[in-house]
């Protein structure tokens, strides 16, 4: 296995080619129109989420920053350059800000405020949507690369040699919030609340959690320290970050833990924007590629119809026979390789190369490492003058051997510890006598050497530390064309090892691993066996590919998912993007013998004829051809007057359209909405007052009126029309607690249906019957409704009908007035009451302007009135009336004595009941008894004896098993003394009762008791 090791970066600058293509900023305002921006004033506009794109350019210049709201666009470049457009890019309005100064960023709050940053110091301030601006003093001189703000007063910035600067004013002043040594320059700043985030190079990270108060480090840990170009605040805690050659990694927990995007782009990424949490966009200055995610970064998808081209270039000829790739520790963009004995490097990451020195010993290399804490100190496994490890202190001029032993004919023997880069461990080949290899371990990076482990090795083909568990080493072990291939397993520091399994190829040439994710790994195997994986820390390797004769592999250092292998004779390689899940291959010309991948946009092969760099790239096909189709209403709608309804289309690379109806054939086109942006696909219209049934909606470009499309037929507006008769109700003088109804009709003579949704009054004084209803056209329906007063007084209201027909809400005035009138009412019996025959009781009343009452009785089913009574007084309000004998359900009226027209009557029946013969036993008790009734069951008869200690008024009652009365033995007033009453089995109106269960209870002045008894037929 081959890792980079960086102890200590120097800031090395770097003069970067001009790009034909590639974009620096990306934005989008409603998660539909997406503006991507970038070299030579290229401008991109998808009006589809970013699946397709329009182009058009700005200028020449390098555009640097994108910024939208609703219709508005704001873009800014070098040479002071602003570009602005209010209409979603069908006009533009150029600026020339800050002297000329390169402009980085642009940032807004709302459609009138906002700010941009930019070269030596420059902060300008927009009140107007960008018409003008003006500069503020930021007190640095420093490239500003981002500006953000959080909310009108809260903003940050960020530039070059560590600048951070925080303003709390709107951007009047600014203050640094710089935390001491930082030296690298910060490319982004991006906040949600409190929480800020910035970024910048060489994995520089950082997050606040108190808007720039304090400041934690968030360790990106990728072993080449890519550079974070851009960061996303999605909310305080969740973020999403892209750079190096492409990985764009998310948290979700304010980076405690990271997710890696799967993808397709092999390439730098610059700028990232999130319209939602799960919507998002990223992009970079290498291509014009704009990536797109929906499900919040996990994956992402190139733009559609975008095509890759994979192809291996060969940098130089040379022989190889292991995997001698080393990054130098102090500058990641210097990459050298050993071909044979000479020793090549690339200063601009293995685009250009030259042999800087030559392994004394001849012979071929294995194995070559550059030292961390001396780069000028090497050391390479070799085989010129005997299989050891050479060392150098002067970069190659001379050599030492410092360690002669027998290893490996292919594979790499030596490794470095990824935790202790002075230590490095050599694994010697067995004797031959027996599976016997042994390990030998230098803490002082090759110069001398101890026996660490004797092993059952044969010959060990790689050596793997994982790195952040250094204590758990993989080997992979056999012998070329040789028995079986075995991975082996330490996890106490190479001490002891266990074999965990056997390929069926003859060896196991290569391991990668890698630091973001690693309990992960991956093996070759040759010449059969496929390429394996652990997820496991190596406890079990499943085949994931089942490709012959596999050797070198790699993981890329910015991102665990990208992972690729070669073959020894298969003259292809083999790329996957997720981890695993598949490959894509691409022919490579010979034998593979080392694989590395630099990032996820930089792979080198060592074959053993060269040097090979991988070459990826893309072409995006982009239209401007215009489109638009309505959806609907496209023909045969029925559309509702003062309804809401969504006008639908859809439309391709037009920015804004204009929306128009007309209501017949010969019409004019009237406009519904002058500009609506076009790729929302959708406009809420309120349906005028037009009835129609020759309606069509017409949809066209604003710019030019073309393209245009209308509604393929006619569909139709439905207006309901609402009458109301009368147009007041006067209920007149209304009884004080009494109650007046009257009844308004409701026509509907329009072409849609009425819908009544509410009717209401002002007061509780009058009550409509109904509150919504609907009124088919050409028909009608009645609302009632009810006075009632409460006071002597008038009334005056207003019954509001709420409906869709035009002018809603109809008023109808309503007025009362409250009065005495002449009214009688029966008070008692009012229903449910057992009167005994021939008891006293009082028939009550309450009258209003009434001098006589006339009282009458009836019993049911079917008598005519009897008179009670006539000329009574209505002023007494009662009268004692003596229960005649005419048992069964009754009535009572009173009716006055001057108009039998005013006159009331007992709600519900109440009972006349046959009297029932109570038998005086003599004697006096002290205190009240009710006897268990004799006999008990009965049939057709029983006896009930009590005895009553005082006068009182006493009840004597039969009920069923669910507590109703059913008979009523004695009711009202009896002396003191011993009764006894039989009962025969019947109910108050005569009829035998059911067999079954009862129950008699006694009650007399607050004495109350109660007994079973069983009735058997």
């Known amino acids: 296995m081959k890792n980079a090791f960086v102890i200590i970066f120097v800031v090395i600058a770097l003069t970067l080619p001009a790009f034909g293509d590639g974009f620096y900023g990306v934005h989008s305002p409603n998660g539909v129109d997406v503006w991507a921006v970038g070299n030579n004033g290229t401008v991109f506009h998808s009006f589809d989420g970013g699946v397709t794109w329009t182009t058009s350019t700005q200028g020449s210049s390098a555009l640097r920053s994108v910024f939208t709201f609703t219709s508005n666009v704001w873009i800014v470049g070098d040479n002071g350059l602003c570009y602005s457009s209010t209409d979603g890019g069908t006009t533009w309005v150029t600026q020339t800000l800050a002297g000329g100064a390169s402009l980085r960023s642009v940032s807004f709050v709302d459609l009138q405020t906002g700010w941009i940053a930019g070269g030596n110091g420059s902060i300008l301030k927009t009140s107007n949507g960008g018409a003008s601006w003006t500069l503020q003093t930021s007190n640095t001189t420093q490239l500003l690369n981002s500006i953000t703000f959080v909310d009108l007063l809260t903003g940050y910035t960020v530039g070059t040699a560590g600048t951070v600067l925080k303003t709390t004013d709107g951007g009047t002043s600014w203050a640094s919030v710089t935390q001491a040594g930082w030296t690298k320059d910060v490319f982004s700043v991006s906040a949600s609340g409190q929480s800020v985030y910035i970024a910048g190079a060489d994995e520089f990270c950082y997050k606040s959690s108190n808007g720039g108060g304090t400041w934690t480090k968030l360790n990106f840990r990728t072993d080449t320290h890519a550079d974070v170009n851009d960061v996303f605040a999605v909310s305080p805690t969740s973020a999403c970050f892209v750079g190096g050659g492409g990985y764009v990694r998310t948290t979700t927990d304010g980076g405690a833990s990271y997710g890696y995007g799967i993808h397709q782009l092999h390439a730098k990424l610059n700028d990232v924007f999130f319209y939602s949490p799960t919507t998002g966009w990223a992009c970079g200055e290498k291509n014009n590629v704009v990536l797109r995610t929906t499900d919040g970064g996990t994956t992402w998808q190139l733009p559609q119809g975008a095509t890759v081209n994979y192809q291996w270039t060969q940098k130089f000829s040379g022989s190889a026979i292991g995997n001698t790739f080393c990054v130098n ?6 990459i050298y390789v050993v071909m044979g004995s000479t020793v090549y490097m690339s200063g601009d990451r293995g685009e250009n190369w030259s042999s800087i020195a030559t392994i004394s010993t001849g012979g071929s290399t294995w194995s070559f490492y550059v030292s961390p804490t001396d780069t000028n100190v090497w050391i390479a496994a070799t085989s010129g003058g005997g299989k050891g490890v050479r060392r150098t202190t002067n970069r190659g001029a001379t050599w030492t051997t410092t360690l002669l032993r027998n290893f490996t004919s292919y594979g790499m023997p030596l490794e470095m510890d990824p935790e202790h880069p002075d230590t490095v461990i050599f694994a010697a080949e067995g004797t031959g006598s027996g599976p016997d290899g042994i390990l030998y371990l230098s803490k002082n990076f090759g ?21 952040d568990s250094p204590n758990l080493w993989y080997v992979g072990d056999g012998v070329t064309g040789s028995g079986q291939g075995q991975m082996w397993r330490s996890s106490d520091y190479g001490h002891n090892w266990t074999s965990i399994y056997t390929t069926s ?3 196991i040439p290569m391991i990668s691993i890698c630091r973001l994710r690693n309990t992960y790994a991956f093996a070759t195997a040759w010449g059969s066996g496929g390429f394996n994986k652990t997820t496991n820390s190596g406890v079990s390797w499943p085949v994931i590919a089942s490709t012959g004769s596999t050797w070198g592999t790699d993981i890329a250092k910015d991102d665990p998912n990208v992972v690729i292998y070669g073959t020894y004779g298969g003259s292809t390689s083999y790329l996957s993007t997720n981890a695993g899940a598949n490959f894509s291959s691409t022919s490579l010309t010979g034998a593979n013998s080392a694989m590395l991948a630099y990032d996820r946009a930089t792979f080198f092969a060592q074959q053993t004829s060269g040097v090979y760099k991988y070459n990826i790239t893309y072409v995006v096909p982009t239209t401007n051809a215009q489109a638009v189709t309505v959806i609907s209403p496209n023909g ?12 639908t289309w859809s439309a391709g690379n037009i920015p804004n359209v204009r929306i128009e109806y007309k209501t017949s054939l010969a019409g004019t086109w009237q406009t519904i909405a002058a500009s609506v942006v076009g790729s929302l696909g959708t406009y809420a219209w309120t349906i005028p007052n037009t009835p129609t049934a020759q309606a069509r909606v017409r949809i066209s470009d604003v710019s030019d009126a073309l393209p245009v499309d209308s509604s393929d037929a006619d569909f139709s507006i439905t207006v309901a029309s609402i009458s109301a008769t009368p147009g007041s109700v006067a209920f007149g003088n209304v009884g004080v607690g009494q109650t007046r109804r009257d009844t308004i009709r409701i026509s509907n003579a329009g072409t849609g249906p009425l819908v009544i949704t509410s009717v209401t ?17 050409g028909e009608s329906d009645t609302l009632a409704v009810v006075f009632a007063p409460t006071a002597l007084q008038a009334y005056v209201d207003t019954l509001r009908i709420s409906s869709n027909a035009a002018g809603s809400p109809t008023r109808i005035p309503l007025s009362g007035t409250g009065a005495l009138v002449a009214a009688v009412s029966v008070l008692s019996p009012n229903g449910g009451e057992v009167w005994q025959v021939g008891t006293l009781h009082n028939i009550t009343w309450s009258s209003t302007l009434v001098s006589q009452l006339n009282l009458y009785y009836r019993v049911l089913p079917g008598t005519n009135w009897q008179s009670i009574v006539t000329n009574v007084p209505a002023t007494t309000g009662s009268f004692a009336w003596t229960v005649p004998n005419v048992p069964g359900q009754s009535f009572v009226r009173v009716t006055s004595s001057s108009d039998t027209t005013l006159r009331d009557e007992s709600n519900n029946t109440f009972t006349i009941q046959s009297p029932t013969s109570v038998l005086d036993l003599g004697g006096i008790p002290t205190t009240y008894e009710l006897a268990q009734n004799y006999p008990n069951p009965f049939n057709p008869t029983t006896q009930i004896t009590y005895g009553l200690p005082k006068e009182g008024y006493v009840t004597l009652t039969i009920y069923n098993d669910i507590g109703q009365e059913v008979a009523r033995l004695v009711d009202g007033n009896q002396q003191s003394g011993r009764y006894a009453v039989q009962f025969s089995g019947t109910d108050n109106r005569g009829v035998t009762l059911s067999s079954g269960i009862y129950y008699y209870s006694l009650r007399s002045s607050g004495f109350a008791d109660i007994r079973k008894m069983l009735f058997l037929k």
């Open 505 to 507: 190829g003859s060896e």
């Open 636 to 647: 045969g709608e029925n559309w509702s007057y003062n309804s809401v309804r969504n006008i």
């Open 447 to 467: 110069e001398t050497w101890d026996t660490l482990a004797r092993t059952s090795f044969r010959s060990p083909c790689d050596i793997a530390i994982v790195p």
């Open 761 to 777: 009054a002002g007061t509780a004084f009058f009550t409509p019957g109904r509150t919504s209803f609907t009124v088919a056209p």
């Open 329 to 334: 520790p102090w500058n990641k963009n210097i």
